[in-house]
């Protein structure tokens, strides 16, 4: 119900916002469409006289638009009609430096805004991102260049609004950024919908990036990212990112589909992810990490596909920085039908997830909290994962005798393939509490030496209607160490 009036609620925002505009074209403020006069000034005396005279929308026909950074202002829409293509400056100078971020589209503490159409917004990342490396090279700028790339702060996003409210992104396509694709950092009622990304020709290529926001929705996307598809953070311990619906879309990167927590300071909160499927994806379908101090509660997945996805369902928390342990409470995981490949998932893209992970088992999906940081009340229901089995015992760290071994990695960066060698092929849960499985099943297609589900330290842990197919049906399927109360019905 929450969940219903939220939608409705940021319906009702977006309709009213529509019925107000006022169209300006763009030509109108000397806005050249050839693709190689600077448009910068131009755009934003209309998108200043626009806010400034009650509103409306700067609207581009057919052509090439090109630009350095433009601010947005409240009450103003960018409309790009079909064809239209706003295209970003390749020299890094055109840029503007805020917030501790490069973009092409800024907007700070501003409201009802947006960008619509059928039009593209292309940022030439790539292109950016090389010169600007030309640039650090010859000493004009200065940069460490860690991993032989520039800071990504300094790379250009093609959309960064910071403190807006009111935020409409629908229809456009976004491509080719330096950074960071678009984000949302403590905004307010945000629309993402019926967009498409493609945004995976350079590092850190994420496809949507929320940030400590309250009432977003992202539907109806089509999302193709070298880097993380939707990903939650929570910059900042004063904010949390909540009241959060990701539904109807569909995602393919060489990270994960749908995560948060790598940076989870404050943390997530009623968060709900429905229907959704991923694909091609070479890291986690789902990743929810509390690692810098922050909460993760009162989470719902629903109706996910992961197809041809290197791990399912990662949940983990961590302590990044000493005395910060985050919480992990309430989730609940329901009808997902998953395939994890032998293979590598995402072979093809130009910045592939790291071989140095390789070789290596296929991980299970897993729930890893801490001694004294327990993940509690996780339900999994209704699950089918397929795994292709055949697991090379030559590349075991730890067996069953002697999971005390595997390490805790508390301030590790957190992935699924963080422990490399676990003892499960299924599920590795770990200091947990009342964890249940009902309808569960779990198909090995190859023999693996592997237990399909261990369980270390866990208090509580129901199984009901939990089935598991693999060839080596001799083999119990539930290994249970230290952990008390696991019923299997």
């Known amino acids: 119900m ?8 940021l319906a009702i925002i977006a309709s009213s916002f529509c019925l107000q505009a006022k ?7 000397g806005v050249k469409s050839n693709g190689t006069t600077m448009n910068t000034n131009s755009i934003q005396k209309g998108i200043d006289y626009i806010s400034e005279n009650g509103g409306g929308r700067l609207v581009f026909y057919v052509g090439r ?6 601010h947005l202002k409240s009450n103003v829409t960018i409309q790009l009609e079909e064809g239209a293509i706003l295209v970003g400056s390749v020299n890094p100078f055109d840029y503007e430096f805020m917030s501790n971020w490069t973009a092409l589209i800024f907007a700070h503490d501003q409201s009802n805004i947006g960008i619509t159409g059928k039009g593209v917004i ?7 991102a090389t010169n600007l490396v030309d640039l650090i090279h010859n000493g004009i700028v200065k940069d460490p260049l860690k991993y032989d790339r520039p800071w990504e702060g300094r790379r250009p996003q093609n959309i960064y609004f910071k403190s807006c409210t009111n935020v409409r992104i629908q229809g456009i396509l976004l491509k080719d950024p330096g950074s960071w694709n678009q984000q949302y950092d403590q905004c307010r009622n945000v629309i993402i919908d019926g967009i498409t990304v493609d945004s995976k020709s350079y590092w850190n290529n994420d496809g949507i990036d929320i940030v400590d926001c309250d009432s977003v929705s992202v539907t109806n996307c089509y999302i193709d990212a070298a880097d993380d598809g939707i990903c939650l953070k929570s910059h900042s311990p004063d904010f949390i990112c909540q009241n959060v619906y990701v539904h109807n879309n569909t995602i393919r990167t060489s990270a994960n589909g749908i995560k948060f927590g790598t940076a989870s300071n404050g943390g997530f909160r009623n968060i709900k992810i429905i229907k959704n499927l991923v694909f091609d994806t070479y890291r986690s379908a789902i990743t929810f990490a509390a690692v810098d101090g922050g909460i993760v509660e009162n989470i719902e997945v629903d109706s996910l ?3 041809n996805t290197g791990n399912v369902i ?11 342990k985050g919480k992990m409470n309430n989730i609940r995981i329901a009808n997902v039908y998953a395939e994890v490949p032998a293979t590598k998932p995402d072979a093809g893209y130009n910045y592939e997830g790291p071989v140095e992970d390789l070789p290596r088992n296929i991980s299970p999906s897993s729930i890893t909290g801490m001694p004294d940081a327990i993940i509690e009340n996780v339900t999994l229901k209704n699950i089918e994962i397929h795994y292709p089995g055949g697991g090379n015992p030559a590349y075991a760290k730890v067996g069953l005798d002697e999971l005390d071994k595997v390490p805790e990695m508390a301030a590790a960066y957190p992935e699924f393939s963080m422990f490399k060698e676990l003892p499960a092929w299924g599920f590795y849960v770990r200091h947990a509490k009342n964890i249940s499985f009902e309808n569960v099943r779990l198909i090995c297609d190859k023999k693996d030496y592997r ?3 261990v369980l270390d330290d866990v208090k509580g842990a129901s199984f009901k209607t939990f089935k598991v197919a693999e060839p080596d049906k001799k083999k119990d399927f539930i290994f249970s160490y230290r952990s008390e109360g696991i019923t299997v019905k």
């Open 2 to 9: 929450k969940t219903l009036k939220l939608i409705l609620f």
């Open 23 to 29: 169209d300006y074209n763009a030509s109108m403020f």
């Open 65 to 70: 638009y090109l630009t350095g950074t433009i």
């Open 122 to 128: 292309d940022g030439q990342g790539f292109t950016v």
């Open 305 to 307: 596909r992961s197809i």
């Open 314 to 324: 990662f949940l983990r928390i961590g302590e990044r920085r000493a005395g910060k």
């Open 451 to 453: 237990t399909a589900v």
